[in-house]
T-cell receptor, first 113, second 116 residues
Framework: GENVEQHPSTLSVQEGDSAVIKCTYSDSASNYFPWYKQELGKGPQLIIDIRSNVGEKKDQRIAVTLNKTAKHFSLHITETQPEDSAVYFCAASGGGGSYIPTFGRGTSLIVHP | DAGITQSPRHKVTETGTPVTLRCHQTENHRYMYWYRQDPGHGLRLIHYSYGVKDTDKGEVSDGYSVSRSKTEDFLLTLESATSSQTSVYFC???????????????FGPGTRLTVL
């Protein structure tokens, strides 16, 4: 089955800095890669996603890049703000025709004012 | 926000008692999922459903059962709760192959369960 590794587990940055979270996956057939943000006491919410036929996608201050050859994808947050502080999860799905995503273990992002 | 509610939102129970958690959706999505979230483990799939009365096991299904008698409701039952089942439980829904052709999951607000 699919295996998703996510790093780092904790990331601390100063407000205004950029933050990068990286994930690797094992199943080359996976074709959908969403990123979720989970604020304290809430359920995860989709913030951006990318399919395997696209190398990069941007939405204002966040972007996701995908390297299919290396089987890794990354979340980039620019000009971080305190409200970006949360736990971020990556996921991969689509391998073997499965709709069930495999999640990374999460990254706790702390943005210091 | 996707129309997903979970009940109860918090529950404290004793070891050996049965517990049922409910997930209700108003989106008419085919797939529904139950996850547990524990520190250091991320989100782990317990069971999922791909239609009414159609369910399958996830990676941590031991000690849990599910039922789905209507599209909108997905129940998770702990037949005899144990302290190791203390966790935060999330329900999620998805509609694979829908308009966006994605496997995007939408999560409920969670249920915090404590088993004493």
């Amino acid at each position: 089955g699919e295996n998703v590794e996510q790093h780092p587990s904790t990331l601390s940055v100063q407000e205004g800095d950029s933050a990068v979270i990286k994930c690797t996956y094992s199943d080359s057939a996976s074709n959908y890669f969403p990123w979720y943000k989970q604020e304290l006491g809430k359920g995860p919410q989709l913030i951006i996603d990318i399919r395997s036929n696209v190398g990069e996608k941007k939405d204002q201050r966040i972007a996701v890049t995908l390297n299919k050859t290396a089987k890794h994808f990354s979340l980039h947050i620019t000009e971080t703000q305190p409200e970006d502080s949360a736990v971020y999860f990556c996921a991969a799905s689509g391998g073997g025709g499965s709709y069930i995503p495999t999640f990374g273990r999460g990254t706790s992002l702390i943005v210091h004012p | 926000d996707a129309g997903i509610t979970q009940s109860p939102r918090h529950k404290v129970t004793e070891t050996g008692t049965p517990v049922t958690l409910r997930c209700h959706q108003t989106e008419n999505h085919r797939y529904m999922y139950w996850y547990r979230q524990d520190p250091g483990h991320g989100l782990r799939l317990i069971h999922y459903s791909y239609g009414v009365k159609d369910t399958d096991k996830g990676e941590v299904s031991d000690g849990y059962s599910v039922s789905r008698s209507k599209t909108e409701d997905f129940l998770l039952t702990l037949e005899s709760a144990t302290s190791s089942q203390t966790s935060v439980y999330f329900c999620a829904i998805s509609e694979p192959g829908g308009i966006r052709l994605t496997d995007t999951q939408y999560f409920g607000p969670g249920t915090r369960l404590t088993v004493l």
